[in-house]
């Protein structure tokens, strides 16, 4: 089976990549355009000299020759020199193969004959490039998505852009697609909005409360329209909050850890005593597996870690964990439109076969150790990612 998942060197997309490179058969081709959020690190050891493909030629070469011969570097999106350079610099320690897009099925029909991945830089909003790779495919795993809530409300514009129009361009290609058998569309639990007693099942109405959750809700529903409509073979997963390895340093967890690694005030929005219910990235791959297996088309699924914790229970255990002093905590001004919780009915994918093996508690401290043991990973970040510094700055300043 050939899947194509999009946003596959995020957080979640590239743990997924990796577990099903590792426990199945199956080949994967990963479409994901690195912004900010894309971490080719992620699936280093996937990466050789042959399949990491950046198409190139649709696009005006004349216009962007100049920014090739400038940063070493060309995009099938290059608009700008940031975006360029941007790139040049995700790309810097790989070996990028820059292929004509005209040639780019064959090249990756090659790749794959060799090794089980191939990686395509590329923009989801570019139907045609959507077109080309879901003719390879037999399943879409959709998971590209601007994802920080905090930079939503900050800068929507993105958001719209990716997590609206890029789905909608993805969607387009499937209607297209006669032969792919399922389109899974990642969504969140966010869809719903803020939780009070009663946990949200998936017939419940959406509620979107910040601009994330509201483009995801679009998504979400455009997804359902395009089932509805064209029969696209769409199935809907509302994952809750992630946790585990290699989540991108601006979220709660690796966001805590680091600052109580370097002795710095940790920032806790407003009492704290937010709920989120975590969700082990590993169990949301496993999750997915599941779905791509036995989830009915047209459904939506909500996946629950069945852990809900305080923000102030998940801050003071990572301070435990590090040896770190509670005086690091820093309570600033609330996230504005802040959902207080989120809490989902998980009984439908629960009534397929979906449980998890290991204690929340058990994972959390694999999970903060891990950010531990692998200092370069986010040290790296740190230091070189401008757009992460740029926003950080911005956001923690005057809270
Ligand atoms: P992430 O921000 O870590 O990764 C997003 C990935 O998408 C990056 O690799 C990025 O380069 C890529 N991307 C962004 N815009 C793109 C575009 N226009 N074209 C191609 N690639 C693009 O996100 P994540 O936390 O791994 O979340 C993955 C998905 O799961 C998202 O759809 C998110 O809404 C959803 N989700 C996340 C959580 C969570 O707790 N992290 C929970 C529920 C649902
Ligand atoms: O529920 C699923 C969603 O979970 C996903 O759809 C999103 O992509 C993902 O980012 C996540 O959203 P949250 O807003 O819940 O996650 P975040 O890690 O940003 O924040 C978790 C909680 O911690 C929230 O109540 C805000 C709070 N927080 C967060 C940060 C970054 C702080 O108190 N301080 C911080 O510095």
């Known amino acids: 089976m050939i899947l194509l998942v999009t946003g596959g060197a995020g957080f979640i997309g590239s743990n997924f990549v990796k577990h099903r490179l590792e426990n199945t058969s199956d080949k994967i081709i990963v479409l994901d355009a690195l912004t900010y959020a894309g971490v080719l690190d992620n699936l280093k050891s996937y990466l050789n000299d042959s399949n990491l493909l950046v198409p190139t030629s649709q696009y005006d070469l004349k216009k962007i020759e100049k920014t090739i011969n400038q940063y070493g570097v060309t995009y099938n999106d290059v608009k700008d020199e940031v975006e360029s350079k941007r790139l040049s610099s995700k790309l810097r320690e790989f070996s990028p193969k820059y292929i004509n897009i005209e040639d780019l099925n064959e090249k990756i029909e090659e790749v794959l004959e060799n090794t089980r991945l191939a990686f395509v830089v590329g923009n989801i909003i570019d139907?045609?490039?959507?077109?080309?790779?879901?003719?390879?495919?037999?399943?879409?795993?959709?998971?590209?998505?601007?994802?920080?809530?905090d930079r939503s409300i900050f800068n929507a514009d993105a958001f719209v852009k990716t997590d609206v129009y890029g789905t909608y361009s993805l969607l387009e290609a499937a209607k297209k697609c006669e032969k792919l058998n399922k389109f899974i569309h990642i969504s969140t639990d966010e869809v719903y909005g803020q939780a009070k007693e009663k946990p949200f099942k998936e017939t419940d109405p959406l509620n979107p409360r910040n601009p994330y959750s509201a483009s995801k809700a679009a998504a979400d529903r455009m997804a359902y329209a395009y089932y509805q409509t064209y029969g696209v073979p769409v199935v809907i997963v509302r994952p809750s909050n992630n946790f585990g390895p290699n989540q991108y340093p601006e979220k709660l967890i690796p966001v805590v850890t680091i600052k109580a690694l370097n002795n710095e005030p940790i920032p806790v929005y407003g009492d704290g005593k937010q709920?989120?219910?975590?969700?082990?990235?590993?169990?949301?791959?496993?999750?997915?597996?599941?779905?791509?297996?036995?989830?009915?088309?047209?459904?939506?699924?909500?996946?629950a870690g069945r852990n809900e914790r305080e923000n102030m229970f998940v801050v003071e255990r990572i301070l435990e964990i590090t040896g770190k002093s509670k005086d690091l905590i820093k309570h600033v001004k609330d996230r504005p439109g802040h959902d207080l919780r989120y809490l989902i009915d998980d009984t439908k994918i629960r009534g397929l076969g979906f449980k998890q093996d290991r204690t929340f508690e058990e994972l959390f401290d694999h999970t903060v150790k891990w950010y531990l043991k692998n200092k370069n990973w986010w040290e790296k970040i740190l230091r070189e990612d401008e757009e992460y510094k740029e926003f950080m700055e911005k956001w923690y300043e005057n809270r």
């Open 127 to 149: 139907s045609t490039l959507d077109e080309k790779l879901m003719n390879l495919s037999d399943i879409v795993v959709h998971f590209a998505a601007e994802s920080h809530v």
């Open 275 to 303: 709920r989120r219910d975590w969700l082990y990235v590993e169990d949301t791959a496993k999750a997915i597996n599941l779905l791509i297996e036995k989830g009915e088309i047209g459904q939506a699924y909500n996946v």
